[in-house]
C-alpha cells in the first residue's frame, strides 16, 4: 500500500489560493485513493443531484500524488547531478491562517554527513 494525498486543482471552488488537499489515505493506485477520499467525504449523497457534473468535476479536477514515506528509496539532485537517496520525513510546509504559505520539502539522507531538504517537485522515483 502506498500513500496518496488527494488534491482539488480547481481554483473556482476553494478558498485557498491554488490547490486544495482533500485528504490523505493508503491506496494501492491513484484511482483507488481518489475512490477513498470520496467515499469519506459523502460524496455519493451530493453526486444524487447532478450526477453526470459532479462526475466530470472529479474526474477533470482530483488528482492523487505519492507521498514517499521513511526508508524509500528517491533520486535527488546534489551537487551538480541525481542522487540516490532515503528519505527521512516529508515536512508539509508552513501554513498561515489556514493556507499553505512554506514549500513542501523531503528531507533526503543522501550519504554525508548531513540530510538535506529538497523541495517536493525536485524528488523523483527511482
Avoid at 488534491?7 to 473556482?12: H, K, W
Avoid at 462526475?55 to 526508508?71: C, D, Q
Amino acid at each position: 500500500m502506498t500513500v496518496y494525498k488527494v488534491i482539488d486543482t480547481d481554483i473556482s471552488m476553494n478558498y485557498a489560493i491554488g490547490e486544495e488537499v482533500i485528504g490523505s489515505v493508503e491506496a494501492d493506485s491513484p484511482n483507488e485513493a481518489i475512490a477513498k477520499v470520496m467515499n469519506d467525504l459523502g460524496v455519493d449523497v451530493l453526486s444524487a443531484f447532478d450526477p453526470e457534473g459532479y462526475k466530470a468535476h472529479v474526474l477533470k479536477h482530483l488528482k492523487a500524488v505519492k507521498i514517499w514515506v521513511r526508508g524509500d528509496k528517491v533520486q535527488v539532485p546534489h551537487k551538480g547531478r541525481m542522487t540516490t537517496g532515503t528519505v527521512v520525513r516529508h515536512d508539509p510546509g508552513e501554513s498561515y491562517q489556514g493556507k499553505r504559505v512554506g514549500t513542501e520539502f523531503y528531507v533526503v539522507d543522501v550519504g554525508e554527513y548531513a540530510s538535506i531538504k529538497v523541495p517536493k517537485h525536485k524528488v523523483r522515483n527511482i
